[in-house]
């Protein structure tokens, strides 16, 4: 089984900075790639950003590209997003996500992201 914790999360306002991170543990073997999605309140789950473990491509939602960047630790199985410049959409409740080699998929709990004046 595959935990996975998020934390920093919180109220921060437009244009401020925030840096949420992800640790995961438990039966982790190999890792295909790690991210995030969020989901405000009346809306679907969207992508946000992904890291691929081995080489560490990036892709990143076009509403956040330019504004968060998404990196890694191996050694310590923890992905981050480093949120700059915040805008209002982006409030929403931010999950951490894990893909294993062949194809599981796991979800943190979510931490919030309230961005406001």
């Known amino acids: 089984q595959v935990q996975l914790v998020e934390s920093g999360g919180g109220l921060v306002q437009p244009g401020g900075s925030l840096r949420l991170s992800c640790a995961a543990s438990?039966?982790?073997?190999?890792?295909?790639?790690m991210g995030w999605y969020r989901q405000a309140p009346g809306k679907e789950r969207e992508f946000v950003a992904t890291?691929?473990?081995?080489?560490?491509?990036?892709d990143y939602a076009d509403s956040v590209k330019g504004r968060f960047t998404i990196s890694r630790d191996n050694a310590k199985n923890t992905v981050d997003l480093q949120m700059h410049s915040p805008q209002f959409e982006d409030t929403a409740l931010y999950y951490c996500?894990?893909?294993?080699?062949?194809?599981?998929?796991?979800w943190g709990q979510g931490t919030q992201v309230t961005v406001s004046s």
């Open positions: 890291i691929r473990w081995s080489f560490g491509r990036t």
């Open positions: 438990g039966s982790i073997f190999s890792i295909y790639t």
């Open positions: 996500y894990l893909r294993v080699v062949g194809g599981d998929d796991y």
